[in-house]
């Protein structure tokens, strides 16, 4: 099987020749690695394309983030932003200063938009050199955490509590700008999109106010890219052993989490009915540890998560910038070893 195979056969809940194995969020590592900065990608989308075939050369994952500028259309719905040379853009100035703005905002055409084009020229030339080997994803914003880079952490969580229901039209909106970021990327082939929700971390959010208003807008997208015949993996960070039954009736094509929920609860909780992606700790054991510790560490969330099949090793999150070549080499070798 090749990893485009393997990675797919996990989300239909099957075993595969071996565990896949795909270290999520891995773009800004590979620029950073190969020396192509943020702003560069968006004036010469084949210098990222470039350093992302290298790194794929140097260690290859069974599935590879095509897309990395995973709130790339911020300017567009009327944020300012800074491009930083090596990680993640900075929204400045958010688009929602006053709860009242909500009411001026409106559509978007992002086939016109510069920002989100040049995602879509790295990820098309990635697919057309990839995509029959290697499955494809495009990095997006779950609605929760899309329209949270439009407001503020902080006054989005007052407004939780003041203004419930201007936040369920805030991300009502921030629904529809997704689901025509995905359709972006769907038409040039990408096998799916990894929506990232940080903010709407079990830290954050309690069980009670993810279900009313994060569950039913993640359902929404997870019903677009259906449509659109992609996969769609979501991502959530922090501690959200307390969401899982939510997760298991949104029903994505997989669940992604972090390293602080527990590989064998969620398996448990949801296992049976969702593909599980994770989840090493990305910054102690990947970035900071040995090969030797990164070995038995994933040999540790294989044996949890691996029996059965419906499982995909990943990071707890983002590949810290700097992660040693070595100790991700070390992580896909635990998993070609592996048996179930």
């Known amino acids: 099987m090749n990893g485009r195979q393997r990675f797919e056969a996990a989300l239909r809940l099957e075993e595969a020749d071996h565990v896949p194995v795909a270290p999520i969020f891995q773009g800004y590592w590979a620029l950073e690695r190969h020396h192509v900065t943020v702003p560069d990608t968006l004036i010469q989308p084949q210098l990222a394309v470039e350093a992302l075939l290298r790194a794929q050369d140097e260690c290859p994952f069974d599935a590879l983030e095509v897309v990395w500028d995973w709130v790339a259309p911020v300017d567009a719905v009327g944020c300012e932003s800074r491009i930083t040379p090596t990680s993640s853009p900075l929204v400045t100035k958010p688009a929602v200063r006053q709860i009242e703005d909500i009411e001026s905002l409106r559509p978007v055409d992002l086939s016109n938009d510069a920002r989100v084009q040049a995602s879509v020229e790295s990820a098309r030339l990635l697919v057309e050199a990839l995509g029959d080997e290697t499955f494809c994803y495009a990095t997006i914003a779950q609605p929760f955490t899309f329209a949270n880079q ?171 910038l700097g992660t040693p070549l070595e100790n991700l080499r070390a992580m896909v070798a635990a998993c070609q070893a592996a048996t179930y």
């Open 150 to 320: 439009m407001r503020r952490a902080d006054a989005l969580m007052l407004d939780i509590m003041k203004r419930p229901e201007a936040v369920h039209a805030l991300v009502a909106y921030a629904t529809e700008v997704v689901i025509q970021q995905a359709r972006e990327y769907a038409r040039v082939g990408v096998h799916g999109i990894f929506a990232c929700d940080g903010a709407a971390s079990g830290d954050l959010l309690s069980p009670k106010h993810y279900r009313e208003f994060v569950a039913p807008y993640t359902a929404r997208l997870n019903e677009a890219a259906r449509e659109m015949g992609i996969a769609h993996i979501q991502h959530v960070c922090g501690n959200t052993t307390g969401n899982l039954e939510t997760v298991r009736e949104i029903g994505p094509s997989a669940y992604s989490f972090d390293y602080t929920t527990d590989v064998a609860v969620a398996k448990e909780k949801v296992g049976d009915a969702v593909c599980l992606i994770g989840n090493i700790d990305p910054s102690e054991i990947l970035l900071f540890g040995d090969a030797d510790q990164v070995q038995r560490v994933t040999e540790e969330c294989l044996a949890k998560g691996a029996p059965d099949g419906g499982f995909i090793v990943g990071s707890g999150c983002d590949i810290c």
